[in-house]
């Protein structure tokens, strides 16, 4: 206990306010995304993320979009373990050969309707490892891309925007 108490000197304090202005916005946007899953689904969505071989960027800002600040959960989506209970597949990174049969293996076992989402510059065309001896072509070669969420990584608030968007 004391070691705690002694840590909590030295460091002062560590954590931050969250911003009024940024709470309002997640609750407006949020409420709006929570609408339009209910209107299109009648449920939560369902998503299974695959990484194809990103540097861990695009996978940082899902968790921060479920993060409390933004807490996705909330407004009606789940990030889902098995393909076989999700309604969309979230693609992240370049597509390397190693995980293109199990990218593929991984979206014949959704059931149908499905749609694929990617997200961030390298699964939409290699990003900066586009042409690389480990690559294979971009994911909308592979599978059929319904939205693709850009950014080198994307905020939490730009994927909540984009899937706005997307389910309008």
Do not use: W
Request: net charge positive; aromatic share 6%.
């Amino acid at each position: 206990m004391l070691n705690i108490f002694k840590n909590r000197i030295l460091k002062g304090i560590v954590t931050r306010h969250i911003e009024p202005e940024l709470s309002k916005d997640v609750e407006a946007i949020g409420s709006q995304l929570q609408s339009l899953i209910q209107k299109r689904f009648g449920r939560s969505l369902n998503i299974r993320e695959v990484d194809t071989g990103s540097c861990g960027a695009c996978e940082s800002e899902i968790i921060s979009a479920n993060n409390p600040i933004y807490d996705l959960q909330r407004f009606g989506i789940n990030f889902v373990a098995s393909p076989r209970h999700a309604d969309a597949l979230l693609i992240t990174g370049p597509l390397s050969k190693n995980m293109l049969l199990a990218l593929k293996k991984t979206y014949a076992a959704m059931p149908s309707p499905k749609f694929v989402i990617t997200l961030g510059d390298c699964a939409s065309d290699g990003g900066i490892f586009k042409d690389s001896y480990y690559t294979q072509e971009s994911v909308k070669e592979i599978l059929p891309v319904a939205l693709h969420i850009p950014g080198c990584p994307p905020s939490p608030l730009t994927i909540i925007k984009a899937l706005i968007a997307f389910l309008r």
